[in-house]
């Protein structure tokens, strides 16, 4: 079972970038599917999440600028981000919560990917 994230890059402001997540192991299209960020010596923040019927929410700084999707037949999600703002500088994490053989939950995360919004 595993996420991993790409497309993280060095970006002026304004500019946009895509990232995706690829999932393995698992029945993608069965599960929920969020994007979160942080920065050094911060928490994670959660950013964006589509749930498997394609509904979508959005952490209030990124509504307008950033779109969550999912292409289940690649078994990939991504973040849109346009309109960067140096605010925005962090390591993007995707996550989801996968259902045991067992019968448990448990949480996967992807290694990240770094976005950086600098001139």
């Known amino acids: 079972v595993q996420l991993v994230e790409s497309g993280g890059d060095l970006v002026q402001p304004g500019g946009s970038l895509r990232l995706s997540c690829a999932a393995s192991?698992?029945?993608?299209?069965?599960?929920?599917l969020r994007w979160y960020r942080q920065t050094p010596g911060n928490e994670r923040e959660l950013v964006a999440a589509?749930?498997?019927?394609?509904?979508?929410n959005y952490e209030d700084s990124v509504k307008g600028r950033f779109t969550i999707s999912r292409d289940n037949a690649k078994n990939t999600a991504y973040l849109q981000m346009n309109s960067l703002k140096s605010e925005d500088t962090a390591v993007y994490y995707c996550?989801?919560?996968?259902?045991?053989?067992?019968?448990?939950?448990?949480?996967?995360w992807g290694q990240g990917t770094q976005v950086t919004v600098s001139s």
């Open positions: 192991g698992f029945t993608f299209s069965r599960y929920d």
């Open positions: 996550n989801t919560d996968v259902l045991s053989s067992l019968g448990t939950w448990y949480a996967v």
């Open positions: 589509i749930i498997t019927g394609g509904t979508t």
